[in-house]
């Protein structure tokens, strides 16, 4: 059956296949790593430092990834990055006493430079297997290689606290170094040699893109995913667990549906921009949208500051911004593979991606800090929403600025 399908089809299902594999393992390896250290007995706040090297050299990554793309081809750094995720999760399986914060932070560094070579190789070649007339489609298949990799990060996290369980902290890293070594053996047969690599090879100083579409909208990647991440990574999880009273076990049920139900609105994105109309999105299209994204951390906070049950308005804010927010991200990373130069298609994405990580890591510093400083708590969490309001009007003012569709890109 799959003889029957086009070349550009079969390479799409086997970078699909990649990076999905991949993505299970790291949704669950986090969640692996920061239950087992829990459970040993470490702070928050050195369980966070656990991942702190995992953001940084996701920018570094993406940054120099894109131009390493542009030289050796797409399929080599995403192979590249399927083996380094093999080899940080055989680091884990050391002796216990081997564990220390030093060590599974550079475990996590090489796992942060797997995951960006992965994420940066899997949407160039999008851009090389489809026909540049064929926007509609473009669109598609980029809604559903990044909603599915998000509804996979969430399942990720359910697999990570089943085997930890069913197999251990040991048995767990083990058995999914085997599966993603089959994986990387796979992707070295069936992915094709030359997919990604630049004609003319770029210089390492042309990491920094030229285009002016390319630098708008990764100043808007980063202040949108800076605005989610100052409020969702450290203040909301602390709040429904400290405020609310929630544990564990429902804190992290619930950001993984969260996160699996973020993906599966991601993929319906051409439908709600309008694709089923025959159109694509564009510059204004991004604008509105975030400009609906920016409303809605300030309501969250209006909401707690009346005073109102702060379960109800959290749970019901959340699926209101993931929804938007998922649209936002689906429209960007859509745009970033059109804006993209097809010759060295890695080097623009690259550089995009690096502004996602910058965003990202930006977020979760600000995130402890202003949580912290405000006095913790309903406080504490209003702030950080006033703060991604800021970040996001932001993005929106800097949105204004993409091209229209008339305009040439």
Same mark, same amino acid.
């Given at each position: 059956m799959l003889s029957q399908l086009s070349p550009a089809i079969r390479q799409y299902l086997v970078v699909t296949g990649n990076y999905w594999a991949f993505t299970l393992t790291d949704g669950a390896l986090r969640m692996l790593v920061v239950l087992h250290f829990h459970g040993l007995g470490y702070s928050p706040l050195e369980i966070a430092l656990l991942f702190l090297f995992y953001e940084i050299f996701g920018v570094i990554t993406?940054?120099?990834g894109g131009w390493l793309g542009a030289h050796l081809g797409l399929n080599r750094t995403m192979n590249i990055g399927l083996a380094l995720q093999v080899v940080a999760l055989t680091m884990l399986l050391v002796p216990a006493v081997w564990l220390t914060v030093p060590w599974v932070m550079a475990a996590q560094a090489l796992s942060g430079i797997a995951k960006d070579l992965n994420k940066m190789s899997a949407k160039s070649s999008i851009k090389l297997l489809v026909p540049g007339d064929a926007q509609g489609k473009l669109y598609q298949w980029v809604a559903?290689?990044?909603g599915s990799k998000n509804a996979l990060k969430g399942v990720g996290f359910f697999l990570g606290g089943v085997l930890l369980m069913g197999l251990g902290f040991s048995g767990a890293v083990a058995a999914m170094a085997m599966a993603l070594s089959l994986v990387w053996l796979l992707s070295l047969a069936?992915?094709?040699?030359?997919l990604g690599k630049a004609n003319n090879k770029p210089r390492f100083r042309d990491i920094f893109s030229k285009s002016r579409a390319v630098n708008i909208l990764s100043a808007a990647r980063?202040?949108?995913?800076?605005?989610?991440d100052v409020w969702f990574v450290v203040a909301l999880p602390v709040f429904l667990s400290q405020t609310l009273g929630w544990n564990h076990s429902q804190t992290g049920g619930f950001l993984a549906l969260w996160v699996i139900g973020y993906g599966l609105v991601q993929t319906l994105a051409p439908r709600i921009?309008?694709?089923a109309?025959?159109?694509v999105p564009d510059g204004r299209v991004a604008t509105l949208w975030a400009l609906a994204l920016t409303l809605l951390p300030g309501l969250i906070a209006l909401g707690l500051m009346l005073e109102g049950d702060p379960a109800t308005i959290l749970i019901g &804010? %959340?699926?209101l911004f993931g929804a938007v927010f998922a649209v936002n991200s689906s429209l960007h990373s859509y745009l970033i593979i059109r804006y993209a130069k097809r010759d060295g298609v890695s080097m623009d994405v690259g550089f995009y991606y690096m502004s996602n990580a910058m965003g990202r890591l930006m977020g979760t510093l600000l995130s402890g800090?202003?949580?912290?400083?405000?006095?913790?708590?309903?406080? &504490? %969490?209003?702030a950080c929403l006033w703060v991604s309001l800021a970040l996001l009007l932001l993005a929106t003012l800097v949105s204004v600025k993409l091209p229209r569709s008339e305009q040439p890109l």
């Open positions: 993406n940054l120099v559903i290689l990044t069936l992915l094709r040699q030359d980063m202040f949108l995913f800076g605005a989610r921009t309008g694709k109309s025959g159109k &804010g %959340l699926l800090w202003i949580f912290q400083w405000a006095g913790q708590g309903s406080a &504490g %969490l209003q």
